[in-house]
Structure formats: structure tokens, C-alpha cells
């Protein structure tokens, strides 16, 4: 029933991986690992195409949800927790699900990828509705849980992605967009925590981080969207702030208590000469974009 999945394919060039020592499997592994790039490279196109749509969900009020089983689940889950302490966004603005739920993060919940009604009932549990987008993830591209939250948010009028790394795949059927990085047979058939398991946490960089970048979150590659909550964050933002103007070490960490540790006001209080409230204003009508409010003085 599988044998049809180019990720339960027997890779070649591991047949005689029991006989390798181990500078030989890093190497094998290294040099299979290499094709990973390549592959979503070919899906560049339809990855931005994502990209402008998690943007526009994001600039209309809605969400990205990701939804997936087994490494594919906790790839999403892993994707969406990182957003927050890096682009200083809402916990609720990227959220992961996976079958089985929590749990599932850290064992095995056997069958829980087959239960297509317990997805319905998971972005039920989100009020999922049309203005959010869906990132189906599906190595295999049938498992049945993601199948049936694609088709579920498609009955609600949101934008569907799938993510899946076989050609031959149902998903492709139900959602609007489909990104299908193909990396091939795994160094171990089947193991598809391996090369797919990488290639789509490349994805889903691409995915957060375009979009993140996409509404304002950065300037250039610097993360100016933080609020200093803890002793590096605290660091960083001085750092970037000093970087940004002629203000000893001192006087950013100032600047930054003024400003409740939000940088982009900082930054924004201290290039326009304005009050702390006045350059969350600003940003406001710049829509929260540092580059807008500090080059074309909107």
C-alpha cells in the first residue's frame, strides 16, 4: 500500500549501511543530506506563493495553523513555539497541532494519525475559521488527520497548504496549494525523520520567517520586533539599539526601560526625537514596518 511512496523506496546507496563504521554513515548520511537543498529549491515558487498568503491572513487578523502527526506534527509544534521569543508575536498568531495531542510531542499515541474527526475537532477547539490559513504536514501526503483538517478548513473558506515530500499524494486534492520538496529514499527506508523530516523544517522556516518578515518584524536581519524579557533579550536589544544610534551601552538599557523594553520604540523614540508614545504611534500607522517610520517618514 506504501510501496508507491518514494519516501518507503530502499535507498541504494544504504543497502550495506550495517557494514559501515561510523565515519562511513556520517558520511553516507552527510552526502544524502546535500539533495535536501536542492529539492526545495525546486519548490521555491509555490513556497513564496505561501508566503504572500500566511501574510495576508496575518495583516487581515488571522492565523497560521499547522497540523500534523508524528514528526510532521512535531515539526509544526517545534516551527510555531520558536515565533514568539523571535519575532515577539502572540502565542496565538502561530499554533501547531498534532494527533494525539500533547503527548504525542514526546511518545508514540498509536492510531492517533488515522482519527480524521479528531482534527475537525482540534481546529474546532481554535475557532478556525476563514480568515486563518492551514499548513497541512504529511510526509506520506495521506495521512488521514491532516487530509481531514485540509478539507475541514477548505469547508470554511481558508487558504490550504500542504507540505509533503512524495509527488504520488492525496493532499494535493484537497488543499489550494501544495509544496512537495522531493528528497527521495531515506538512509533508513522509511525513516522520513530523516531527509523529509529536514527538508521540512526548512519549509517551515521559509514559511514563518518570510512571513514574519513580510509584516514588519525585522529590519534588514536584525530582530527589531523584540520586547527584552529576559537577560539575552535584554542584551540583544542593546546591542541593536547602540547599533542604530550614538548611545553608550548605559543610555540604551535607559532608553529601553523608557520605552517597556520594546526596541522598535526605542529605536523609533530615539531616531525621530519623539515621546515613547508618540513613536508607537508611528509605528502604528506604518503598520508596525521600523523602515517605513525611519525612511519615508510616514
Not at 546535500?34 to 526545495?40: D, H, S
Not at 529549491?41 to 508566503?51: C, L, P, S, V
Not at 521540512?200 to 520586547?227: C, E, F, I
Amino acid at each position: 500500500m506504501l510501496e508507491h511512496l518514494t519516501t518507503e523506496q530502499r535507498n541504494p546507496a544504504s543497502d550495506q549501511i550495517d557494514s559501515m563504521n561510523s565515519l562511513e554513515i556520517v558520511q553516507l548520511m552527510n552526502s544524502e543530506d546535500a539533495k535536501i537543498a536542492t529539492a526545495v529549491e525546486k519548490e521555491a515558487t509555490t513556497i513564496a506563493a505561501a508566503i504572500d498568503l500566511i501574510t495576508a491572513a496575518f495583516l487581515q487578523g488571522g492565523r497560521l495553523i499547522y497540523m500534523g502527526a508524528g514528526t510532521s506534527g512535531r515539526l509544526g509544534v517545534l516551527d510555531a513555539s520558536e515565533c514568539p521569543p523571535t519575532f515577539n508575536s502572540p502565542p496565538e498568531l502561530v499554533v501547531g497541532l498534532i494527533a494525539g495531542g500533547e503527548a504525542a510531542l514526546t511518545n508514540a499515541i498509536e492510531g492517533a494519525e488515522d482519527l480524521g474527526e479528531s482534527a475537525i475537532a482540534d481546529l474546532q477547539g481554535l475557532n478556525f475559521g476563514k480568515i486563518d490559513v492551514l499548513v497541512g504536514i504529511a510526509t506520506s501526503g495521506r495521512t488521514p488527520y491532516v487530509i481531514s483538517g485540509l478539507n475541514y478548513a477548505r469547508e470554511q473558506g481558508a487558504q490550504t497548504i500542504a507540505l509533503t515530500c512524495n509527488q504520488k499524494n492525496l493532499l494535493s486534492e484537497v488543499a489550494a496549494l501544495t509544496i512537495c520538496p522531493v528528497v527521495g529514499p531515506e538512509v533508513v527506508t522509511g525513516s522520513t525523520r530523516l531527509k523529509a523530516g529536514t527538508a521540512t523544517k526548512m519549509v517551515l522556516n521559509m514559511l514563518t520567517t518570510g512571513a514574519m518578515v513580510r509584516v514588519g518584524k525585522t529590519y534588514g536581519n536584525l530582530m527589531v520586533d523584540l520586547r527584552a524579557t529576559n537577560q539575552k533579550l535584554v542584551d540583544r536589544s542593546i546591542r541593536i539599539l547602540m547599533a542604530f544610534t550614538d548611545l553608550s551601552r548605559e543610555e540604551a538599557a535607559a532608553v529601553l526601560r523608557k520605552c517597556d523594553g520594546k526596541l522598535k520604540t526605542a529605536i523609533v523614540h530615539v531616531k525621530r526625537n519623539v515621546t515613547p508614545e508618540a513613536a508607537g504611534e508611528l509605528l502604528s500607522q506604518a503598520e508596525e514596518h521600523l523602515r517605513r517610520v525611519l525612511e519615508e517618514r510616514t
